[in-house]
């Protein structure tokens, strides 16, 4: 394919007519993208690192059992103007609880910004609906991050998990094991190494991410913790 073809089709994968927000300035320099999610029936749509690095984490976070990202535009009254917004992820969590994100870098949170978001946080409230500014010191170590889209990749590349071989690889994970040793099993009884990324993604096993991963990362079962919140 040519380098052309390809621009173009990236372009098109961004689905600018359905997006909420109309960008001002929409090209493939751009720092924007699109996220596979697990949590919608279409990836999410991101214009920052912030912005990815919080898809990540949400994709983790047991307690959330939808995300949409850019989901709908409202209307709120800025001394007697109506102006529009569009926040950047809307999350449900377990108890069906509705919160509303807006994302930012703390360093362009001034009075201005502050104000113009305690306007909109009303508009939400008078909806049922909490909102919240996120900014960087929100989100877990560039380390954790980085492992996260590791694990997270590797478990969107297994597809749709045998079910037979994910109960039985979880029973053997039911004790403690070392990430060597876990693979070794795999390896051991013809199952996709991924397989072990998926029960990470999924909450089945505990693993350390907020540190290097080596051969010696223990693993340990998280079945209670994620039948909590099923997905």
């Given at each position: 394919?040519?380098?052309?073809?390809?621009?173009?089709?990236?372009?098109?994968?961004?689905?600018?007519?359905?997006?909420?927000?109309?960008?001002?300035?929409?090209?493939?320099?751009?720092?924007?993208?699109?996220?596979?999610?697990?949590?919608?029936?279409?990836?999410?749509?991101?214009?920052?690192?912030?912005?990815?690095?919080?898809?990540?984490?949400?994709?983790?976070?047991?307690?959330?059992?939808?995300?949409?990202?850019?989901?709908?535009?409202?209307?709120?009254?800025?001394?007697?103007?109506?102006?529009?917004?569009?926040?950047?992820?809307?999350?449900?969590?377990?108890?069906?609880?509705?919160?509303?994100?807006?994302?930012?870098?703390?360093?362009?949170?001034?009075?201005?910004?502050?104000?113009?978001?305690?306007?909109?946080?009303?508009?939400?409230?008078?909806?049922?609906?909490?909102?919240?500014?996120?900014?960087e010191k929100h989100l877990p170590?560039?380390?954790?991050?980085?492992?996260?889209?590791?694990?997270?990749?590797?478990?969107?590349?297994?597809?749709?998990?045998?079910?037979?071989?994910?109960?039985?690889?979880?029973?053997?994970l039911s004790a403690p094991v070392?990430?060597?040793?876990?693979?070794?099993?795999?390896?051991?009884?013809?199952?996709?190494?991924?397989?072990?990324?998926?029960?990470?993604?999924?909450?089945?096993?505990?693993?350390?991410?907020?540190?290097?991963?080596?051969?010696?990362?223990?693993?340990?079962?998280?079945?209670?913790?994620?039948?909590?919140?099923?997905?």
């Amino acid at each position: 394919m040519k380098q052309d073809d390809i621009y173009k089709a990236i372009d098109k994968a961004y689905r600018k007519d359905d997006m909420r927000r109309n960008l001002e300035r929409f090209s493939r320099f751009n720092l924007s993208g699109l996220f596979p999610t697990l949590k919608d029936s279409s990836p999410h749509f991101f214009e920052s690192f912030n912005e990815a690095h919080f898809a990540v984490m949400f994709e983790f976070d047991p307690t959330i059992v939808s995300v949409k990202s850019q989901p709908f535009s409202i209307q709120y009254s800025d001394e007697g103007q109506t102006k529009n917004y569009t926040p950047d992820f809307s999350l449900i969590d377990c108890n069906n609880g509705i919160k509303i994100i807006e994302v930012k870098v703390s360093a362009a949170l001034d009075e201005k910004i502050n104000r113009k978001h305690n306007l909109i946080k009303k508009a939400f409230k008078q909806h049922g609906f909490k909102f919240q500014v996120m900014t960087e010191k929100h989100l877990p170590s560039r380390l954790a991050v980085s492992n996260m889209m590791m694990v997270k990749r590797n478990a969107i590349a297994l597809g749709i998990p045998d079910e037979d071989a994910l109960n039985y690889l979880l029973n053997i994970l039911s004790a403690p094991v070392s990430l060597d040793k876990a693979l070794d099993i795999c390896k051991c009884l013809q199952i996709n190494t991924n397989m072990i990324s998926y029960c990470i993604f999924r909450d089945y096993v505990k693993i350390e991410l907020s540190s290097n991963l080596t051969g010696e990362t223990m693993l340990s079962s998280n079945v209670c913790g994620a039948e909590l919140c099923p997905v």
